[in-house]
C-alpha cells in the first residue's frame, strides 16, 4: 500500500448523513471502528477496512464487508484505541476522526484523551458538523474564520505558549489543565507556538 497522506476514521456515534457524505468525499482511504462500518454504509459508503472486536457491526454489513473486516479480540481498550493501533501500522500523516459524539459526554472526553497517547504517530484532529477541534502537542497554524469562537484547553501543562491573530494573544505563558483559554476570538486563521504538552484547540466552523 502507497504511504497515506490522511485518512478518515469513523467512529458508532451520532449519525448525520449528510455530514458524513460531504466528511468522507476528502478521504481516500476510510476506517471504521466496529460500529462506525454501520453507519458508512447507511450513508452509502465502503469502509476500505473496519477494525475492532466486530460486536457491533451487524451479521448482514459483515457480509457486504467480507475481506474488510480486521477483528481484534482483546477487551482492555476501546474499538477506538484498536482502530487508532491499527492506523500506527499505515503511519498516515493525518488521522481525521468522524461521527465521535454520540449524546454521552464521558465516551466523547475519553475518545480525546485516548487520541492524545497517539500524536508521536500522527496529526489528530476530530471533526464535528459546528467545529473542527485539534489536538496538538506542538506549534500549529490553524485555519478559522474571522470572528470563529476558539477554546485552548491544556491537557497537560503547557509553558511558554503563545498564539498570533486571536483577539486574546497568549505571550509567552502557561496553561495549566482545566485553566483559562476558552472562548477566545478568532481574526482569521492563527498560530499556536509552543515545544512541550498537549493542547486541545477547538475551533467553531
Not at 459508503?45 to 475481506?67: E, F, W
Not at 506542538?138 to 505558549?161: C, P
Not at 482545566?178 to 515545544?195: C, E, P, Y
Request: net charge positive; with cysteine.
Amino acid at each position: 500500500m502507497a504511504k497515506l497522506d490522511k485518512v478518515l476514521l469513523v467512529l458508532n456515534g451520532s449519525f448525520d448523513k449528510n455530514f458524513l457524505v460531504q466528511t468522507a468525499k476528502n478521504y481516500s482511504f476510510i476506517l471504521a471502528a466496529d460500529g462506525g462500518a454501520n453507519k458508512c454504509l447507511k450513508a452509502g459508503i465502503r469502509p476500505d477496512i473496519v477494525v475492532g472486536d466486530l460486536d457491533s457491526i451487524t451479521p448482514k454489513n459483515k457480509a457486504i464487508l467480507k475481506g474488510r473486516l480486521k477483528q481484534v479480540l482483546r477487551q482492555d481498550n476501546s474499538d477506538f484505541e484498536k482502530a487508532l493501533d491499527y492506523l500506527k501500522t499505515l503511519k498516515p500523516k493525518q488521522v481525521d476522526i468522524a461521527l465521535s459524539w454520540g449524546g454521552r459526554f464521558d465516551f466523547c472526553f475519553s475518545n480525546f484523551l485516548a487520541a492524545s497517547a497517539y500524536l508521536k504517530y500522527f496529526n489528530i484532529r476530530f471533526i464535528l458538523p459546528d467545529a473542527m477541534v485539534y489536538l496538538l502537542s506542538y506549534s500549529a497554524k490553524i485555519k478559522a474564520q474571522k470572528g470563529a469562537r476558539v477554546s485552548l484547553i491544556a491537557l497537560e501543562e503547557i509553558k511558554n505558549i503563545s498564539t498570533q491573530n486571536l483577539i486574546y494573544p497568549l505571550k509567552n505563558e502557561s496553561l495549566y489543565v482545566g485553566q483559562r483559554g476558552l472562548s477566545n476570538i478568532a481574526q482569521g486563521n492563527f498560530t499556536v507556538n509552543f515545544k512541550r504538552g498537549k493542547l486541545l484547540v477547538y475551533v467553531e466552523k
